[in-house]
């Protein structure tokens, strides 16, 4: 898909325009997509200094945006391959796995007959080196890959498979799939207990979350949350979970031990579609992007209530939380920008322009 007007690299703080100044870099690695350009930054101590990085899959471009922490300035465009949505980084933080489908899109109602065939090639997880700001690798992992979880030791992968129902266990290393579990219609949302012992995953057409206990790689319970569930995330201590729901406008509050609902939080607004979702470091808030509702809410954790939201950019999706719990960045995919939100004040301070429809955001320190 070709792009628009190219305004990547520049920012815009409370209606001023600042300007971040590139130079070219080259892209390479096993198995790397062959646009081999990638932006790079002009003043490597300055950047080395930053307190974290921010790293934005852009699907309909094919690239990755590196965006400084603090600085809100675009550092590097990476290119990466097919689609590129979910993003997790690896427990060293050296590496970033993107997953990269050759499936077209297919919107919810589209007629899947008119499409044209999956390019099977370009299915896999991309690993960036964070440093080099290369891919340096593609891991193979069924079709369709959407999200992913890393597991504790790094040592492999679950993926969400989306157009057959399954997550696929990978062993990174090998590469070896170890694992296929079935887990509904369109799985999407994956994600690793803090503890590393369970992985969430969502079914939107089940409405249903499907639990796979680590050390055994088995679906050990399933159970049932509001219509078209999108994402999870886990409390820091790990004894709660909250799962979006985009068509039901709700949040369903997990008790982990049992792994039943016990509390939904319908949201309120106009447009509601629950999607991304993510807890501040202390736990005490949840932070939820709302799709074609254009806002980010934050939830009070202590009492399950709503209690403020702002606007950010058109149909805000992934969303990321600065290591202090300061700054929310949200991908906003038909804007191709990311805003950032002040989480404190619930303002928004920032406005940075991407890639072509920005879908997932990952933090590194």
């Known amino acids: 898909m070709g792009h628009g007007p190219d305004h990547r690299g520049t920012v815009t703080f409370a209606g001023v325009l600042v300007c ?21 930054p002009t003043e490597p101590a300055a950047a080395a200094a930053l307190p974290y990085r921010v790293y934005v899959t852009n699907e ?20 990466l391959g097919k689609r590129p949505r979910g993003i997790r980084v690896g427990p060293d933080g050296m590496q970033l796995f993107v997953a990269l489908s050759g499936s077209p899109p297919a919107p919810p109602g589209v007629d899947e007959s008119t499409l044209p065939p999956p390019d ?17 690798a593609m891991v193979k992992a069924g079709t369709d890959p959407e999200q992913l979880a890393i597991s504790a030791d790094g040592a492999r992968l679950y993926v969400a498979n989306e157009d057959a129902g399954e997550v696929s266990v990978v062993e990174i ?44 790689n088995q679906v050990v319970a399933q159970f049932e949350v509001g219509a078209r569930p999108r994402a999870s995330a886990f409390a820091p201590d790990g004894s709660r979970a909250y799962v979006t729901a985009e068509n039901g406008g709700t949040v369903s509050v997990v008790d982990t031990a049992t792994h039943e609902v016990i509390d939904t939080i319908e949201l309120t607004g106009e ?15 949840v932070y939820v992007t709302t799709g074609r509702g254009r806002m980010v ?9 709503q209690i403020s939201s ?10 990321a939380l600065s290591p202090d719990g300061a700054l929310l960045y949200t991908a906003n995919g038909p804007s191709n920008d990311v805003s950032v939100v002040d989480a404190d004040t619930m ?16 933090i590194v320190e």
Do not use: F, K
Request: proline share 7%; with cysteine; glycine share 14%.
């Open 20 to 40: 971040g100044l590139a130079t070219l870099a080259a892209c390479g690695g096993a198995e790397a997509p062959t646009n081999d350009t990638a932006t790079a």
């Open 60 to 79: 309909g471009s094919g690239d990755l945006t590196v965006i400084g922490g603090g600085t809100h300035e675009v550092l590097a465009t990476i290119p």
């Open 120 to 136: 099977r090639a370009a299915d896999g997880i991309g690993v960036v080196d964070v440093t080099t700001e290369q891919v340096v």
């Open 173 to 216: 290393a090998s590469g070896e799939i170890v694992a296929t579990l079935p887990v509904g219609d369109e799985p999407e949302g994956v994600r690793l207990s803090p503890d590393g012992r369970l992985v969430y995953v969502t079914s939107e057409n089940d409405n249903q979350v499907s639990v796979i206990d680590t050390t055994q």
């Open 271 to 285: 447009t509601v579609r629950p999607m991304g979702i993510v807890v501040s470091p202390d736990g005490g808030r």
């Open 297 to 305: 809410v934050a939830i009070d954790a202590a009492t399950n209530a």
């Open 310 to 319: 702002v606007e950010v950019g058109v149909r805000p999706w992934g969303i």
């Open 347 to 362: 303002s928004v301070v920032a406005t940075i322009p991407v890639g072509e429809r920005p879908w997932g955001v990952a």
